[in-house]
């Protein structure tokens, strides 16, 4: 079993950067593929970025490429996104999610955090 505590989230201005840490406990979180996903007001979950166990290859969103950065301090069993560049359109709930690979389906992870909200402003 693995816990996942995500922080960072808050109120930006548009263009303004946000960094996002997901903590796991129960279990070595470098076992695991973890994503980031989010979720809009009126939406669907969607995939944003994802990291392997090693931390040596992501996959992103079309959305986020040039802007989000994902990355992994294993021994801190931490995962983090930083946003840079922010828009209106980023506004959502983010959630941290781990699993045996990275995939973009909601479906493949096994173990999901409770979200933090990020709320982007004009």
């Known amino acids: 079993q693995v816990q996942l505590v995500e922080s960072g989230g808050g109120s930006v201005q548009a263009g303004g950067s946000l960094r996002l840490s997901c903590v796991a406990s129960?279990?070595?979180?470098?076992?695991?593929?973890v994503a980031w996903f989010r979720r809009a007001p009126g939406k669907d979950r969607v995939f944003v970025m994802g990291?392997?166990?090693?931390?040596?290859?992501?996959r992103y969103a079309d959305s986020v490429k040039g802007r989000f950065t994902i990355s992994r301090d294993n021994p801190k069993n931490t995962v983090y996104l930083q946003m840079n560049s922010l828009t209106l359109e980023d506004t959502a709930v983010y959630y941290c999610?781990?699993?045996?690979?990275?995939?973009?389906?909601?479906?493949?992870?096994?173990?999901w955090g409770l979200g933090t909200q990020v709320t982007v402003s004009s």
């Open positions: 999610a781990a699993g045996a690979r990275t995939d973009v389906a909601p479906e493949s992870y096994d173990y």
């Open positions: 129960g279990s070595p979180l470098s076992r695991y593929s």
């Open positions: 990291i392997i166990p090693s931390g040596g290859s992501t």
